[in-house]
């Protein structure tokens, strides 16, 4: 089925039109490239977005589109949100970059209290749907307390946001462009480590990937294994170590959406496998895992065989040296897949 699924995805990205061999940051600019050469009210800003941003996303657009469309802002990540509901609200396109996902809490009022809310408190009169925020997101191993956190969970406490990680150049490309199309008001957080690590064949025109669907990547019948971003190449390393070092075999999910998630698919699976292991870089408490479990627990409890598992980080700020030991590895992964077979 693995095999099936990756040969539909070839065949599905070829009949798009010519692919080119892009990396995860590349696969962005691609995509923002798409948009400003498609709608002429798009607009890019963020700091130091101008020069191509820190990790190179926006390179070469200023001097495609003009600095009137991609431009520099003030380092004030509340007023770079608050501008983008201005411009969405007025009907452009507006995408935000943050620079690094850590540096998103300033901007947390206006992306919770204005930004969620505008459309609702209005009664559909107004919105700003056409606003999108990147965010740079995720460890690399070294980037200590500010550089290295996944802050996805706080948002997804939000009705009215939609929340998306992906974890590869196709993905990012097609969901990105999805956020930006969606009529509402999207996060896009870019898994920063992978931004040169992972290299794929991407259509060059533009694409869209559903933001409520997760992807089945390898079908399993013992255990299923649930992530997203970064956790989705450890778990599938996680899943072969499994099959070769146990004889059991894991079922792999990429969630893509954080909110809406797609609990139809995840749910079925748990019913096949009747076991639950979920993975996220995020301290443990309060993170997403958490409310996976909760709605597995109340949809599936009577196809359980083992309590669902979460290894994620800890209680703790991120650490400098070291990181490599706070985050899930594949180890930690493989405990928990042990554990839960003997259970």
């Known amino acids: 089925m693995r095999r099936y699924c990756n040969l539909f995805l070839f065949n599905f990205l070829h009949l798009i039109g010519p692919t080119q061999k892009m990396n995860l940051f590349q696969s962005i600019t691609s995509a923002l490239d798409n948009t400003l050469a498609s709608d002429p009210t798009a607009v890019i800003f963020g700091e130091d977005v101008a020069f191509g941003g820190v990790f190179r996303c926006t390179v070469g657009l200023r001097d495609k589109y003009g600095k009137d469309r991609v431009f520099n802002t003030p380092l004030c990540e509340q007023g770079i949100v608050g501008f983008g509901i201005g411009v969405a609200a007025a009907g452009a396109t507006a995408i935000a970059e943050i620079q690094f996902a850590d540096y998103i809490f300033p901007a947390f009022d206006q992306i919770v209290n204005e930004a969620a809310k505008y459309r609702y408190r209005s009664g559909n009169m ?43 150049p196709v993905q990012a490309k097609g969901l990105l462009l999805s956020c930006i199309a969606d009529e509402n008001p999207c996060i896009f957080f870019e898994p920063k480590i992978l931004y040169r690590a992972a290299v794929e064949q991407v259509p060059v025109e533009a694409y869209t990937i559903p933001l409520t669907q997760a992807e089945v990547l390898q079908e399993g019948s013992d255990v299923t294994l649930v992530a997203w971003g970064t956790q989705i190449h450890v778990l599938r390393e996680v899943a072969n170590m499994a099959q070769e070092k146990l004889g059991v075999s894991c079922e792999v999910i990429d969630l893509q959406s954080i909110l809406p998630w797609d609990i139809e698919t995840v749910c079925k699976s748990v019913v096949k496998t009747g076991r639950l292991v979920i993975s996220h870089e995020a301290p443990v ?9 909760s709605t597995v627990q109340e949809e599936c409890f009577l196809n359980l065989e083992a309590p669902i598992t979460r290894v994620c980080g800890y209680d703790t700020p991120f650490p400098h040296i070291f990181e490599p030991f706070y985050i899930p590895d594949k180890w930690k992964c493989f405990d928990a897949i042990k554990k839960m077979i003997n259970y």
Not at 142 to 151: A, E, R, T, V
Not at 285 to 293: N, Q
């Open 285 to 293: 408490t309060g993170g997403f895992a958490a409310e996976i479990s």
């Open 126 to 168: 107004y919105d700003c749907g056409k606003l999108t925020i990147r965010a740079p997101w995720g460890c690399v191993g070294h980037g200590s307390l500010y550089h290295s956190q996944s802050p996805e969970a706080f948002f997804a406490h939000c009705p009215g946001l939609k929340i998306v990680i992906p974890r590869g």
